[in-house]
T-cell receptor
Framework: DQQVKQNSPSLSVQEGRISILNCDYT??????FLWYKKYPAEGPTFLIS?????DKNEDGRFTVFLNKSAKHLSLHIVPSQPGDSAVYFC??????????FGTGTRLTIIP | NAGVTQTPKFQVLKTGQSMTLQCAQD?????MSWYRQDPGMGLRLIHY???????DQGEVPNGYNVSRSTTEDFPLRLLSAAPSQTSVYFC??????????????FGSGTRLTVV
C-alpha cells in the first residue's frame, strides 16, 4: 500500500517557466514532509521541507505548498533551470518516525 | 568531508552468497536508515535505527539483518543473496534533535547485482 504517491512519472518544462511537482499521501499521522532531488549515480539530496503546522515554505526558487485537508503537497520551482533536471522524490514522516518516500518524478528542463 | 560513506560502490554476488554493505557517518547522527531503490518503486525502507543498540524493521526487511553497535556504523547484511535483491542500496542518517529538519543525508549508494 503506497502511502506516498507521485502520480506523474515524468514532467518536461521549458527553461525559465514554472515546474510544479505533485505528491499525495494517505497516512493522517504524517506531519513532516520533504522533497529530495536525485541525480543519476548519486544519493538523494535534501531540498526543502514543511511541517504540518504550515501551508507554505519557501527557499529561493523552491516553494513547497501543503494542503492538509486534501492530503496533497506540491513543489514549485521558479524559474526552472537546466540544472534542475533530476528525479524528485516526495517523502513524509510522522513525528520523529520513519521516512516514507514516493516513487519519484523525473523532471526534464528543456533549454 | 563530513557525510555518509558507503562501501563498496559496486558488487556482484552469486545466488546464495552472503555479504555486508558498510555504512559509516561522521556527523554524530542518532538516526540511520537503509533504503533500496528499484525502478518504479521509489526508495523503500529496509531497516532503521534511532541510536546505538536500537534497530527496527522497515517496509522490506526480509533477507536483511542490521546491527548498530556504535553511533557511527550501521552495516546491512544480506544473509543469502537472491536475484530479487538486485538493487541500489542507500544508507542515510540524520540528527535526532528537535531542531533537525528531518532531512536525511544520504550516501552515494551501493549498486548490487545478484546473478
Amino acid at each position: 500500500d503506497q502511502q506516498v504517491k507521485q502520480n506523474s512519472p515524468s514532467l518536461s518544462v521549458q527553461e525559465g517557466r514554472i515546474s510544479i511537482l505533485n505528491c499525495d499521501y494517505t497516512n493522517s499521522m504524517f506531519d513532516y514532509f520533504l522533497w529530495y532531488k536525485k541525480y543519476p549515480a548519486e544519493g538523494p539530496t535534501f531540498l526543502i521541507s514543511i511541517s504540518s503546522i504550515k501551508d507554505k515554505n519557501e527557499d529561493g526558487r523552491f516553494t513547497v505548498f501543503l494542503n492538509k485537508s486534501a492530503k496533497h503537497l506540491s513543489l514549485h520551482i521558479v524559474p526552472s533551470q537546466p540544472g534542475d533536471s533530476a528525479v524528485y522524490f516526495c517523502a513524509a514522516s510522522p513525528q520523529g518516525g520513519k521516512l516514507t518516500f514516493g516513487t519519484g518524478t523525473r523532471l526534464t528542463i528543456i533549454p | 568531508n563530513a557525510g555518509v560513506t558507503q562501501t563498496p560502490k559496486f558488487q556482484v554476488l552469486k545466488t546464495g552468497q552472503s555479504m555486508t554493505l558498510q555504512c559509516a557517518q561522521d556527523m554524530n547522527h542518532e538516526y540511520m536508515s537503509w533504503y533500496r531503490q528499484d525502478p518504479g518503486m521509489g526508495l523503500r525502507l529496509i531497516h532503521y535505527s534511532v541510536g546505538a543498540g536500537i534497530t527496527d524493521q522497515g517496509e522490506v526487511p526480509n533477507g536483511y539483518n542490521v546491527s548498530r553497535s556504535t553511533t557511527e556504523d550501521f552495516p546491512l547484511r544480506l544473509l543469502s543473496a537472491a536475484p530479487s535483491q538486485t538493487s541500489v542500496y542507500f544508507c542515510a542518517s540524520r540528527s535526532g534533535t528537535p531542531e533537525a529538519n528531518y532531512g536525511y543525508t544520504f550516501g552515494s549508494g551501493t549498486r548490487l547485482t545478484v546473478v
